[in-house]
């Protein structure tokens, strides 16, 4: 049994679970790498220790700054656990749209919460990204952590979740399959296995359907923290720079319903409590999986706990408000004929 020094010692080394029932009837194994297991409860640990470290080698954060992010909550999280433990202030920007549980964690970690809008146009002075600007242009020693366009993020997964994966599976991964936010796991992760096995690795996006990266026309949807969506009336356009497209191979494109309802069953059977992002990446494993052979090996990300969703996939009201679960059948003893 380990024994840290520090809980950074914690983040990264995360297991992988052989989803044996969800896989049921499917010749190539599928394996899911639970990131939830990170001491902050989410895959942005590593992203968030990457980009404090690399950001204290360059000099843009020093004794006594602030770290300020823009952050669906989990990023933020990360950056407090790391951040707090070494002294810095951590201000972290929720999108209104954000599962209120987040920022209670982020709170509870001495993180200040600024939330505002992302539902504007980006233009917008009260979005998000430019509340979280203005923020850092005015308090002196802040620092912008901007997992967006850093390249410490995906550097954080091409450095340790990739060759996790690789020794793992002993290298028989032959397909990797994860959501794309900001696009540093899915692109720093990728890189590695491509590069490890010569290009026999396939990585596969698993993105809401109505997201841009998969070619959806950017209509809301309600897994959060994956997809990209554009806003009417902006020329928003820009892909982030985390984001390397070529790394990925093509898109699994999955319908809310079948991401919520796969994150159910993998709590209910499988016993991992995975947020809606798993569930879409999950369900693009399976998908993609039905077509493969027994040599082959999917290895799945899961990016979150299933806590930070109770009230919303996890909680069966919710579902049916949204029209995600069908009312209970009757299914009371039926008399038959003889
Ligand atoms: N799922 C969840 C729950 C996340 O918080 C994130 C990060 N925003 C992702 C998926 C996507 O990860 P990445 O930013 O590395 O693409």
């Known amino acids: 049994m380990a024994v840290h020094e520090s809980v950074v010692d914690a983040i990264g080394g995360t297991p992988l679970f052989r989803l044996a029932r969800l896989g049921a009837g499917i010749a190539a194994p599928v394996y899911a790498k639970a990131e939830f297991l990170n001491i902050g409860g989410s895959v942005k640990d590593r992203a968030a220790l990457s980009m404090i470290e690399a950001a204290e080698r360059d000099g843009l954060l020093r004794p006594g700054g602030t770290i300020v992010e823009a952050t669906s909550g989990n990023t933020g999280i990360g950056l407090a656990i790391v951040g707090r433990g070494r002294g810095y202030r951590v201000i972290a920007g929720v999108s209104d749209r954000s599962a209120r549980e987040k920022s209670d964690i982020l709170r509870a970690y001495g993180a200040e919460v600024v939330t505002a809008p992302t539902a504007l146009p980006v233009e917008h002075p009260d979005h998000l990204f430019n509340v979280v600007r203005r923020l850092t242009e005015e308090i002196p020693g802040a620092w912008l952590a901007n997992q967006y366009d850093n390249p410490a993020n995906p550097e954080a997964h091409l450095r340790t ?87 990925v191979d093509r898109f699994e494109r999955i319908p809310d319903r079948e991401s919520l309802l796969t994150a159910r069953r993998l709590a209910r059977e499988e016993g991992l409590l995975a947020g809606p992002s798993s569930g879409t990446a999950v369900a693009a494993a399976l998908r993609l999986a039905r077509g493969l052979g027994p040599e082959d090996l999917v290895v799945v990300l899961l990016p979150d706990s299933g806590r930070s969703y109770l009230s919303k996939v996890f909680s069966d009201d919710w579902l049916r408000r949204w029209g995600f679960l069908e009312e209970p059948q009757d299914d009371g003893p039926t008399v038959r004929a003889a």
Do not use: M, N
Not at 168 to 183: D, I, L, N
Not at 195 to 217: H, L, M, R
């Open 161 to 247: 979740t990739g060759p996790e994966i690789w020794e793992q599976t002993g290298g028989r991964v032959t397909h990797f399959v994860a959501g794309v936010g900001t696009g540093g796991t899915i692109s720093g992760t990728g890189a590695f296995l491509k590069q490890v096995s010569g290009g026999a690795v396939t990585v596969v996006g698993a993105d809401p359907e109505a997201s841009v990266y998969g070619g959806g026309d950017g209509s809301p949807y309600f897994v959060e923290s994956i997809g990209h969506f554009v806003h009417p009336g902006t020329a928003e356009d820009r892909w982030p720079e985390s984001y390397r497209r070529e790394v």
